[in-house]
């Protein structure tokens, strides 16, 4: 599967193509094409979901499976990408395959899957935090104990939540303690940071988004009134900024915590990756870092608490999606795609195009051409990403590689507390 479309357009209305083939990209398709087998019974999206992740896995030379290196149960980014391990890719291939194997019934992932959670859990260090990401020339030097002994703290959702949701779903079906104890360390300093001591990426509404997900599992593993207040807080700060026709305005944070600034001048403009608006307030949704992810999340809440706010605001969303995806007989190619920005006062797709590779009219097969009707599909069938994976089998092979891959000796149940 492609990356999708670049947001460039050419003077005949026509979008080149983006090439790269993705880890995430064809991890989290792989669950929107079982989906659509489980809607519709057509048998050629389950052939395609299976042979995705086969591709991710066991095909594509980008799953390392060597146990004697530390990159070991870790995904590269692209098969020509052996720099950067972004947990953040492999977390998104990790839901897709968890879930397709769900949809599908299937144990043959299974291995794999442990092998990646567990390849990034042994490299998030003692508070719960992995950073940014990890440099596999780095990391094949000093060796994964190294990382897991750590001190990383990271304030941003963006980079830390969606793993965190896979340790404890990993936890769920293994009880396994540290996997637990670690990532709620982890949310418990996230969320007394917030929201002043956020990093913000491309913006902070894309933060709040991004913890949902990790938040609602981790009331499915750990029911607390606490840990329902944080999710409440989250969502809500969100709903305040959701508009009547359901779009989620994208909002910017304290100008010092961001990563991925407005455009400054026009010598900037194009340089760096970027926000869509200029300034708060603007008319603006982003379809690739804030509304896709938090779809999910909104929808694995619900599920999670059965608190009507949720499902009110994950329905809101889901007609505004619905509303306005790309309709073209002139580009074929881009019917029934999402671009990355709407700006719902003009009701098109609008915005700063000044984002260096994924602009305002970029479409990502992956990250918003995945998830959106993924999370229609799991409305459709009354469910949630959690309960089609219920019944996963994945605890039968825990035991044999944790210990291989975490050794007794080296864990410490104890998980260090949060540094006052």
Known sequence: MLEGVNSRIDYDGTQPIRWCLRSDSNGETSLAFALRWKLDGETRSREVAGNLLDWVYFRSGIFQHDPAQPNYGLLFWTPENEQALYHDNDVKAILGCLGTAGVLGSDRWDEALVKNILGNFRTTGKYGFRGGRLENPD??????????????????????????????????????????????????????????????????????GRMLLALAWLVRV??????????????????????SSGAIREELGDWAMGDYHPSRSNAEYGTTEASLIQQNGDAVADLLYTVNFTFLGLQEAFAATGDPQYDRMAGRLAEFLVRIQVRSEAHPLLDGGWFRAFDYDQWEYFGSNGDAG???????????????????ALRELRTSLWDISRDSTVGRRFDAIRREMLPDEVVNDTVARPPQ
């Open 139 to 208: 990391l094949m030097a000093a060796g994964w104990r190294k990382f897991w002994q750590a001190d990383t703290v990271r304030l941003q959702p963006h980079y830390e939540a969606w793993i965190w949701a896979t340790y404890l779903w990993l936890y769920d079906k293994t009880h396994y303690r540290p996997l637990l104890e670690k990532t709620r360390t982890g949310i418990e300093m996230m969320m007394a940071a917030y929201p002043d001591r956020w990093r913000w990426t491309n913006g902070i509404q894309q933060e709040r």
């Open 222 to 243: 750990d029911d607390r009134p606490e840990h329902r207040a944080w999710l409440k807080r989250i969502a809500t700060d969100m709903e305040r900024a959701q508009d």
């Open 358 to 376: 994924w602009g305002a009219w970029a479409i990502e097969v992956g990250w918003t051409q995945a998830w959106i009707p993924t999370v229609l």
